[in-house]
């Protein structure tokens, strides 16, 4: 008998960091999207089955296996096309997002049926206000229409924005479509999930770096067979295999979470309706304080926008003041002011609860020598080494350095000289339990509440009243309900407004305005007060205002003159090495072929504020291009004819959102 025909020649991508896909011999014709496994030097490894046209001509090796899996769906092949080519990330690499070996191999857990899936529509919601209404049913007939739409849903907070969308996704399961809902940090999104369950009686699947492997390896099989409907996921969800994708919402859509900031670095909110484009879907942005590339696509048309301008229920939006530091400042070595404690002071005489924000992790973040000055600071990373009293350790916030506090200082020789300054939300809790020995208090932050368990956990104490003062980082601005909050106080409003980049107002706005809106959701009333040393500062005054069109319009006043973001387009460019010479050596031979013309700016070198980091010199360009002026074919360009030493990396971040 002959051995079967290798006459067909199909080209297949692999996840790893590959440009074009390999080319193999086998013996049918594979419709693109096909998995397969083949041979890969002396190893095996899974690809798919892409539109290439193959190599012909060289000598090829057969397919060793054709998996039965359901094959890529196209939109999503397109889709991996298009995420390359805009961060120039090699193609493969970006596979390597939506396609893994480990997905595949292994067996599906035995005995343990997928039971997610059985979202159901019919189960009665809420009942929804008049304004909730109106807009639940025109984000329904974007669902109907079948076709690509983008539409802004901007609400304040406690609107019940969440209820309106999910009106949304309800339709997208009537149709026998699949919804895919993207939160910033589903890990503690644990309210979020409830709502979904009293909505559908029934969890969503969902996707996230969390879940353990055989979960993750079950979701998978289960989305790209279709029995998952509604995947409630983080930025890597966009990747997975929807056959038949009718709806992506990004809730918070502002958030910088949905920049990935290594790897292939892409922006989750942008790759969203990039995604819902190709599946001929609509996608819903959602936020109470949108990014103002959104805010501009809303107003020239390019998205539709639809506002819930009150809060649900009949509960009106807290009152925001500012506590002025210089007329009323702490007490020495303290960082609550007298107006603040007093206001804490009555809020619990009420039988109320009190949240103080601070977003910075850990006890002091700076520790110092009182005789010769002498800071602390990681051998690692352009950082100071932050006090962890909770573990008894000083940590680096980006290598994870840590170490104990020296008993004599380095520089000169004093013993225990060692101070904190500044305070992290440790030091906050414990001045709080001085002032209130007696009151209950709950410290939120990312080292501390770790697993969703503790999420959930934290968030039923508070629901219940089982805690009187919550002190906590940017983990307490998510979308909380906590009915029985009615003040907030921001230890330090300035604090954002220091590092100075180009978005430094705009996320101190967006944060900020967060955390006010956890106060007075229910009945009673809420307060807000912000502790600033310049509450004159446009920033403050749009909080204390609520006026947030005004702050957009200054906004956009500052940026379009000088074609900033989002009126004209940026790429960094980010060069390291070990050695400080090459990074600098890199630094100028980039500079030397840097692209020119008009509508085309470059920035730069210089050492990124974070010069070393992980123990790599870092140093960075900025391209700058009036909006009409693609990126990506400037930066081609730019990067082939430049000879890079191979031991120096150059990190391309399309649209930063960090500048660190
Ligand atoms: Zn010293
Ligand atoms: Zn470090």
């Given at each position: ?361 850990g006890y002091a973040p700076l520790t110092l020598c009182r005789r010769c000055g002498h800071r602390i600071s990681c051998p690692n990373c352009t950082a100071w080494l932050v006090e962890h009293r909770s573990h008894s350790r000083l940590i680096c916030h980006h290598c994870g350095h840590s170490a104990a506090i020296p008993e004599t200082c380095p520089a000169c020789a004093a013993e225990a000289s060692f101070v904190p300054i500044g305070p992290g939300v440790e030091r906050i809790a414990e001045e709080v339990a001085a002032l209130f020995p007696v ?222």
């Amino acid at each position: 008998m002959e051995p079967p025909s290798l006459s067909n020649r199909v080209s297949v991508l692999l996840p790893y960091p590959f440009e074009t896909p390999f080319t193999y011999a086998a013996a049918q014709a594979l419709p693109p999207g096909t998995l397969v496994r083949v041979p890969l030097g002396a190893r095996m490894a899974v690809g798919a089955v892409w539109s290439h046209p193959p190599d012909q001509g060289v000598k090829t090796r057969p397919i060793a296996e054709i998996l039965a899996r359901p094959p890529l769906p196209k939109p999503l092949m397109d889709f991996v096309d298009w995420v390359a080519a805009y961060t120039l990330s090699p193609r493969g690499e970006v596979l390597a997002l939506a396609l893994k070996e480990s997905l595949l191999t292994a067996p599906p857990k035995r005995g343990k049926a997928f039971t997610f899936g059985g979202a159901d529509p019919a189960h009665p919601g809420p009942i929804l206000s008049a304004a909730q209404a109106a807009a639940a049913a025109a984000l329904r007939d974007s669902v109907t229409h079948q076709k690509f739409s983008v539409t802004l849903l901007d609400g304040v907070t406690g609107s019940g924005k969440t209820e309106v969308y999910l009106e949304a996704v309800a339709q997208a399961l009537r149709e026998n479509r699949q919804a895919l809902v993207l939160l910033p940090e589903i890990a503690l999104s644990v309210q979020f999930l409830q709502r979904f369950q009293q909505r559908f009686a029934a969890a969503p699947a969902v996707w996230h770096s969390e879940l353990t492997p055989a979960a993750r390896r079950e979701t998978f099989r289960a989305v790209a067979e279709g029995r998952a409907n509604v995947v409630v996921g983080a930025r890597s969800a966009l990747f997975l295999p929807f056959p038949d994708l009718g709806l992506i919402v990004v809730d918070e859509e502002h958030e910088s979470a949905f920049k990935q900031e290594d790897g292939v670095m892409y922006n989750a909110r942008d790759m969203a309706v990039v995604r819902a484009r190709l599946s001929a879907a609509p996608c819903v942005l959602v936020s109470a304080t949108p990014s103002l590339e959104s805010v501009e696509n809303a107003a020239s048309g390019r998205y539709t926008r639809l506002d819930l301008p009150s809060r649900h229920g009949g509960a009106v939006l807290p009152q925001v003041k500012s506590v002025d530091l210089r007329a009323s400042p702490p007490e020495r070595g303290k960082f609550l002011s007298p107006v603040l404690v007093e206001a804490v002071r009555e809020t619990l005489a009420r039988g109320e609860q009190a949240m103080l924000f601070l977003n910075r992790r850990g006890y002091a973040p700076l520790t110092l020598c009182r005789r010769c000055g002498h800071r602390i600071s990681c051998p690692n990373c352009t950082a100071w080494l932050v006090e962890h009293r909770s573990h008894s350790r000083l940590i680096c916030h980006h290598c994870g350095h840590s170490a104990a506090i020296p008993e004599t200082c380095p520089a000169c020789a004093a013993e225990a000289s060692f101070v904190p300054i500044g305070p992290g939300v440790e030091r906050i809790a414990e001045e709080v339990a001085a002032l209130f020995p007696v009151a209950r208090t709950l410290v939120m932050a990312s080292d501390i509440i770790t697993s969703p368990k503790q999420a959930a956990e934290a968030a039923a104490t508070i629901t219940e009243r089982g805690a009187d003062i919550i002190i906590g980082t940017q983990m307490v601005a998510k979308g909380w309900h906590f009915p029985h909050l009615t003040l907030v106080g921001v230890v330090d409003a300035d604090l954002g407004l220091a590092g100075g980049d180009l978005r430094a107002g705009e996320r101190t706005v967006q944060m900020l305005h967060q955390v006010a809106g956890r106060a007075g959701r229910a009945q009673a009333p809420g307060t807000v007060l912000l502790q600033s040393f310049s509450p004159e500062h446009p920033v403050i005054a749009a909080l204390i205002s609520g006026n947030l069109p005004d702050f957009y319009a200054q906004e956009a006043a500052a940026r379009r003159p000088g074609h900033w973001p989002p009126y004209g387009r940026l790429a960094a460019l980010i060069i390291s090495a070990t050695d400080e010479k090459l990074a600098d050596q890199t630094a100028r031979a980039l500079a030397r072929t840097a692209p020119h013309g008009p509508g085309i700016e470059v920035l730069g070198p210089a050492p990124a504020p974070y010069a070393l980091l992980r123990g790599r010199f870092r140093r960075r360009l900025l391209l700058k291009t009036a909006k009409h002026i693609p990126v990506q074919p400037l930066l081609r360009d730019w990067l082939a004819q430049t000879d890079i030493h191979k031991s120096s990396r150059i990190d391309v971040d399309v649209d930063p959102v960090s500048f660190m």
